[in-house]
């Protein structure tokens, strides 16, 4: 059953000072942002693990007095990062997925014991403190007790089992990590709820990182006391200056502030305790509020507004929707939220949405003020934008509760899709959602609201080209994969390691197929192949009443090396049947003979009882590593000599054709680019630019 827990004893939390809660820093608002919730207390209080999942420790940088990380080691304190097994949207809630939670500045004597054996010599090596001391150090001395009666270990359990001596460098991303414990199982799980640690009452944080593509968590950020997102201020008035200062507030949209983490529960439930229980009891409703965020959090009002793009990032990350081209000194992208509750008593506002940071909050004082509801309605209107932008706009509730049956989360796709029309002040119809009011009063409850804003294919006008810093599609299977920002950590030999990105893609192949869909991106490397592949989750339109979704995970697989084969197994009712097999077959266009690769029907006569999955929903890019006279493919190369760096690049097509080879078979071809930024200096700006590859794909029929 899965459960979550509040991350500590809540009564004996101080009430948060101000200037130490996640968001903008004060001083510094528009060039920092703290993404670590900092707290204190004034008695020893300790951690518990918020769910089940993997903890690994990390040590500590010191800090100078200005902030300044520095290349020593806090010997006082450790860093806990717990990798989550399970998710809130297993409760049953409408929640964004949740990559890391970080405990910063938890007392390392409560963990290791550094000089077991002062009068050794040489030194004895650290070791795991004692199993007495909380849940986590009995998990370590019991795992190292199981090691000892199978003679894999002897003496003492080494602090090394915890993760704090490992030896990957600052720059290495944390993924890495946890795809090697997959592969080996080095380190165990511990359960929800357990006492995992003490903090330093003086000073300690908590973080949650959410999991998305492009979220490289590395292990420096791992190892700092807390973590704040800086950006240069703005120095000058160019296009490009102010589209970089903008991008790289992106980042703060890989954190969740944990007063909205835990806000967020308000319509499920979660777990406390106090100093003084022997037990955890349950917090929901308004003893979430009033046990765990009124005072413990200065941010116990702020309800987070988080509208994102195709691609995930901010909705107008490409500047397509407000007047950056006319004034990007004064950037606006504006949206119009209808604020109350009932059916006529609302505030109307329009707010920039892009104010300081990329993402709007609001607090008690934007709410209607009359409002003592168990809810606040927040209607929220979205911009049509320039010429090209969404003429036919689409949006998509991923974490959050819809107005009309709070607080009852969206269950199905249709609940959470909304086909939008332009009204005359080119703002869109409403999107209608709901956020917990404290009943019986005027106090909103922080929580956390994701929108993701698409755009449909429009067969009445002609696909219009990247442009400016505007990134388009010509083709519903354009700029789906953005190839290095999704990497695993294969050796290179055997096996094959995939990644699931659940970044809530919206693939439209409903003017073709008479199918549209939510989809997770994956990308998955053998020792032959990059295979980037997009599979349904959600479907919102289809010709076919299948029932059964694809479902794959990220994991190390070493015993198959063909990460293809998996695409061929699928699962009917309770029995595994493949109904596909990976075939190689052969166009022969010109005179010449292409080779392509075909899921291909084992037989005509499927199961009476078979509900799906169905391959319509199942798109996928394999590139060989190399070609047949050897030489290598590197697409890197080719963005690293052409792009800006930091900045991501997609995979695109150009060119397609539908066409018969030689035989009379129907088959597609395009030409395989890549789209990124490059600079345009005669405008001081950067634009998007389409690069040819050199390398072509084919697929069976029209597509």
């Known amino acids: 059953m899965t459960q979550f827990y509040f ?15 996640f968001g903008p820093v004060t001083g510094f608002i528009d060039t920092q942002y703290r993404v670590t919730s900092i707290h204190s207390s004034t008695s020893e209080i300790k951690a518990y693990s918020v769910c089940r999942g993997i903890p690994i420790i990390q040590p500590v940088y010191n800090i100078d007095a200005n902030g300044i990380v520095l290349n020593t080691i806090n010997e006082s304190i450790v860093n806990i990062i717990l990798k989550p097994n399970v998710q809130p949207a297993e409760l049953g809630s409408n929640f964004a997925k949740i990559k890391y939670f970080i405990y910063r500045g938890i007392k390392k004597t409560s963990l290791i014991d550094s000089n077991p054996n002062p009068s050794a010599n040489p030194p004895a090596p650290p070791q795991i403190a004692s199993s007495s001391n909380n849940d986590l150090t009995a998990l370590y001395w019991s795992e190292h007790q199981k090691r000892v009666s199978k003679g894999g270990a002897s003496g003492a359990a080494l602090a090394s089992a915890t993760g704090i001596e490992l030896n990957n460098t600052d720059s290495e991303i944390l993924d890495k990590l946890f795809f090697d414990i997959a592969a080996n199982g080095t380190f165990p799980e511990i359960k929800e709820g357990k006492h995992i640690g003490d903090f330093n009452k003086d000073k300690f944080g908590f973080e949650v990182v959410l999991d998305a593509m492009g979220v490289d968590f590395t292990f420096k950020t791992a190892r700092l006391p807390e973590n704040i997102i800086s950006v240069n201020p703005l120095s000058g008035i160019t296009k490009k200056e102010v589209f970089e200062h903008f991008h790289k507030k992106e980042e703060i949209l890989n954190y969740l502030d944990p007063c909205a983490f835990f806000g967020s529960f308000y319509v499920v439930k979660l777990y406390g305790r106090n100093s003084a229980g022997t037990a955890f009891e349950v917090k929901d409703k308004l003893k979430i509020y009033d046990d765990l965020l009124k005072d413990k959090f200065i ?4 309800i987070y507004i988080d509208i994102r793009n195709q691609q995930n990032h901010s909705f107008d990350y490409f500047k397509n929707y407000g007047d950056f081209e006319a004034d990007p000194t004064h950037y606006n992208a504006s949206i119009k939220l209808d604020l109350g509750f009932g059916t006529d008593e609302y505030n109307t506002v329009t707010k920039n949405y892009y104010e300081k940071w990329p993402i709007l909050i609001l607090v008690t004082s ?13 209607k929220i209107h979205l911009p049509k934008g320039d010429l090209f932008s969404n003429e036919i706009p689409y949006g998509y509730v991923s974490h959050g509760n819809l107005d009309n049956n709070y607080p009852n989360s969206p269950v199905t796709p249709i609940e959470k899709f909304f086909k939008l029309t332009m009204e005359a002040d080119n703002f869109s119809s409403p999107i209608s959602l709901a956020s917990p009011n404290y009943e019986g009063s005027t106090q909103p409850i922080s929580s956390y609201i994701r929108l993701k804003y698409f755009k449909q294919f429009d067969s009445n006008q002609l696909p219009q080209e990247s442009s400016l810093t505007v990134l388009r599609a010509v083709d519903p299977l354009d700029n789906i994969f953005s190839p290095f920002s ?16 659940e970044n809530e893609y919206f693939i439209d192949l409903s003017k073709r197929f008479g199918l549209s869909f939510i989809a997770n991106l994956a990308f998955a490397e053998d020792a032959d192949n990059f295979i980037y592949f997009a599979y349904a989750t959600e ?11 694809f479902s794959f995970t990220s994991k190390y697989e070493g015993t198959k090396n063909n990460f293809l084969d998996e695409l061929t197994q699928i699962k009917n009712q309770k029995e595994d049947i493949s109904t596909r097999k990976l075939r190689k077959s052969e166009f022969v266009i010109g005179g010449a003979n292409i080779k392509y690769l075909e899921f291909k029907a084992k037989t005509d006569q499927l199961p009476e009882n078979f509900q799906g999955p169905d391959y319509d929903e199942l798109i996928v890019i394999t590139i060989s ?15 690293q000599n052409t792009f800006l760096s930091g900045y991501r690049t997609y995979l695109g097509i150009a060119n397609k054709i539908v066409a018969a080879d030689d035989k009379n078979h129907i088959y597609t071809s395009a030409d395989l680019v890549l789209r990124g930024f490059v600079d345009d200096t005669p405008n001081g700006s950067i634009k998007i630019q389409t690069v040819l590859t050199n390398l072509k794909i084919y697929s069976y029929g029209s597509v």
């Open 7 to 21: 991350f500590t004893e809540n009564n004996l939390l101080n009430n948060q000072v101000s200037g130490k809660e």
């Open 299 to 302: 941010n116990k009002d702020k």
């Open 366 to 378: 934007d709410f209607y003020s009359d409002n003592i509801e168990k809810k606040n309605t927040i």
């Open 486 to 501: 999704m990497k695993t950590s294969f050796s290179g030999t055997g096996g094959y390691n995939s990644i699931i990105y």
């Open 539 to 549: 479907i919102l339109s289809s010709r076919k009443q299948l029932k059964k979704r």
């Open 625 to 639: 590593k190399k070609s047949e006279s050897g030489e290598d493919f590197n697409l890197l190369q080719i963005a």
